[in-house]
C-alpha cells in the first residue's frame, strides 16, 4: 500500500506518460496512480501504449485500478487539465479516432509541442520507427511474449530480494542492455527519431515505445524518451520555465516508490529530487 498523503502536489506546465500497459499483470498501476496524485500540469500528454491491446486480446484482465487510472485521467480533464492521447501500436485501434474527444482526452496521431522557452517538440509513440513492429508482426508477438517471460522473473527476484533486504533490480532491463542486437537497436531508434524531429523542423523529440528513459543531445536535437511504468516508472515534465526533468517514481526498497530524479534538469548542476 503507497500512502504518502503528507506530500504536496508538484505542478508543472506540461507532463509526458507512456507505456503504462493498462490490462497487463505487470504494469505498476499503483505507483502511477501515486504518481498522479502528487503531480499535476496545465497539460498531461500520454505518449502511447497507455492501455495493452494485444495482452486483453490474449486473455481479459481488467482489475480496478485500472479503471481508477482511467477515471483519475478523467477527473482531471474536468478541471482544466488538457489531456492529449497520442496512440502507440499496442493500442492502435484508437488511431482510428484522430481529432476526437472523449470525455474531454484529445486524441492525435502525433503533435509539435512549444515549450514555455518557444522550442518545439515532436511528440509520437515512435513504433511507426520499429522495423520489427512495422515489417515482421508476428515476431512483434514473439518478442513482446519473451519480455511477458522477463517480467515473470522480474516478479519472482523482487519478491526475493525484498525478503532480503535488497533494493528493486529488474531483471528484464539488465538482460536487455546485455543483448548487443538491443544496444544497437535502441541507439539506432533514437538516431532516427531524432532525424524525423530533425525533418520536420522540430528543435527536439518526446518519445516512448523502447522503455528506455533517457534525455541526451543528438547532433543537435534534443532526443527525450519518457520509459515507461512496467520496469523504470517514469514521466517527463517541463517545468514553467521550458526545462524539462526526468522523474523516477519507483520503489527502491521494494516495498514504496521513492521519487527521485534521474540524471538533472536541464540548466541547473545538481539534479532536484521529485
Known sequence: MLVRDNMDTRHFRTLFISDVHLGSKAAKVDFLLDFLKHHDADTIFLVGDIVDGWRLKRSWYWPQDCNDVVQKLLR??????????????????????????????????RMMHETADGKKYLVLHGDEFDVVVR??????????????????????????????????????AWAKLQVKHAVNFIGEFQRVVADEARKHGADGVICGHIHHAVMED???????????????????????????????????????????AIGHREKEVAPQAA
Open 76 to 109: 482531471k480533464a474536468r478541471k482544466g487539465t488538457r489531456v492529449i492521447y497520442i496512440p502507440g501500436n499496442h493500442d492502435e485501434f484508437l488511431r482510428d479516432f484522430p481529432g476526437t474527444h472523449f470525455g474531454g482526452i484529445e486524441v492525435a496521431e
Open 218 to 260: 543528438m547532433d543537435g536535437i534534443r532526443y527525450i524518451n519518457t520509459g515507461d511504468w512496467v520496469e523504470s516508472c517514469t514521466a517527463i515534465a517541463e517545468h514553467q520555465d521550458g526545462t524539462f526533468e526526468l522523474i523516477e517514481w519507483r520503489s527502491m526498497s521494494g516495498i514504496q516508490p521513492i521519487p527521485m
Open 135 to 172: 515489417n515482421a508482426r508476428l515476431l512483434a508477438y514473439l518478442g513482446d511474449w519473451a519480455y511477458d517471460m522477463a517480467i515473470m522473473i522480474n516478479i519472482g527476484l523482487a519478491a526475493i530480494r525484498r525478503k532480503m533486504g535488497m533494493p528493486y533490480w529488474s531483471f528484464s
